[in-house]
């Protein structure tokens, strides 16, 4: 059973960054692919970027390619998602999850375990 837990959210100005972070336990790491996820009230939630086991491998939603990059530190366990030139409509809750496979899916389906969720807010 692996843990997932998210930090790194909150307020921020538009224009402005975030780092999210990403703590995995429980398992092994290596074994997963990573992927976020954000779910804004009324939408259904969406893929935002995900990572393949070798972490060479990226793939972003295309509402944050060029401003958002995710990337893992096999290191210490843990998943990251740098978010630059926040725009109000990134205001939602940020989702971890982890998929015990060898593709980068962009679908919440496919991912087995989630964190409980760190909220992003950007404000005007």
């Known amino acids: 059973q692996v843990q997932l837990v998210e930090s790194g959210g909150g307020l921020v100005q538009d224009g402005g960054s975030l780092r999210l972070s990403c703590s995995a336990s429980g398992g092994v790491f290596s074994w997963y692919v990573y992927g976020w996820f954000r779910q804004a009230p009324g939408w259904e939630r969406e893929f935002v970027a995900g990572i393949a086991r070798n972490g060479v491998e990226e793939y972003y939603g295309d509402s944050v390619k060029g401003r958002f990059t995710i990337s893992r530190d096999n290191a210490k366990n843990t998943v990251y998602l740098e978010m630059n030139r926040l725009k109000p409509e990134d205001t939602a809750v940020y989702y971890c999850?982890?998929?015990?496979?060898?593709?980068?899916?962009?679908?919440?389906?496919?991912?087995?375990?989630w964190g409980q969720g760190t909220q992003v807010t950007v404000s005007l």
């Open positions: 999850a982890a998929d015990h496979d060898v593709a980068v899916h962009t679908s919440a389906r496919d991912y087995d375990y």
